[in-house]
């Protein structure tokens, strides 16, 4: 294979000097110079532009590399000099770039209300019942137990998205399943919990759509085979088809070659036929 002299072409920002060897593919391995000074030492191809300073300018500057810079960036992600305005109170405040509400209180009424509009939707989606609930009366309802595990939740994880022990609102039949979004139909669960139960039904409801036929594909073949053989008609011919087939006697040669004859004489008279009602009469 014919080798390429790369030097002194420039592909992005790296501009290629010499070939320092090869690597343990066979594959050239070219030393070049980025426009910003770095050496690079590599393979030639497409997806190799620079020395690595592009990709720290696409990430939004270079990773932190010390304690100091780690400091830095997370000063700067937490001061607050962003104007916003609060979607639940409809209050302007100054918080940081990510922030959205003014408080703890508006964020946990934002997702209490955000909870409530998915309920609404799968119960006009199943038409199941809903009312708005309260999580806090729940929660005193169920004397801060889960209903699952029996375990006390803690109050102040309440809204951790992250926190398995969080306290969350269970709906006793799922409303995927058509259950009703009312007081009667939730309990208070933890976070885990709620995630390990899913859509699954307690035990003794029979859920809203089901099969009316459970067998298997295989189970409905094999009772469609025994209806089938129940037949006296059907099963005669069955059962005169297998005796023919068990009692035919093998051909012998002489008879093999009379019927290949015969089958030559009949396609070689079906050919003229064929041809004589093509051919244009004269």
Request: hydrophobic share 30%; charged share 30%.
């Amino acid at each position: 294979m014919r080798k390429i002299d790369r030097a002194g072409t420039t592909y992005g920002r790296l501009t290629y000097q010499r070939c320092v060897g090869r690597n343990e593919h066979k594959q050239s391995l070219w030393e070049a110079r980025c426009t910003c000074g770095g050496i690079w030492v590599g393979v030639v191809s497409l997806e190799a532009q620079s020395c690595g300073c592009l990709l720290e300018e696409r990430n939004h500057g270079p990773k932190p590399c010390n304690e100091d810079h780690r400091r830095k960036i997370s000063e700067a992600k937490s001061r607050k000099d962003t104007e916003h305005t609060c979607p639940v109170c409809d209050k302007p405040f100054m918080g940081t770039k990510t922030q959205k509400h003014c408080s703890k209180k508006c964020g946990r009424i934002f997702r209490e209300k955000y909870e409530g509009r998915r309920a609404k939707h799968w119960t006009r989606l199943t038409g199941a019942l809903y009312e708005p609930i309260d999580f806090w009366k729940v929660y005193n309802r169920d004397g801060g137990i889960c209903q699952i595990c029996f375990i006390e939740v803690p109050r102040d994880l309440r809204g951790s998205q992250t926190n398995m022990l969080a306290p969350e609102l269970e709906h006793i039949v799922p409303l995927s399943r058509g259950g009703n979004h009312i007081y009667a139909n939730v309990r208070l669960a933890h976070r885990g919990c709620n995630n390990e139960k899913a859509d699954s039904l307690p035990e003794g409801i029979v859920p809203k759509y089901s099969n009316p036929d459970p067998r298997t594909r295989v189970e409905k073949i094999r009772d469609a085979a025994i209806a089938q053989w129940k037949d006296p008609v059907k099963r005669l011919r069955a059962l005169n088809s297998m005796v023919g087939r068990a009692t035919r006697k093998p051909m012998t040669l002489e008879e093999r070659v009379a019927m290949s004859v015969i089958k030559k004489a009949y396609w070689s008279t079906r050919r003229t036929s064929q041809s004589a009602i093509t051919s244009p009469q004269a």
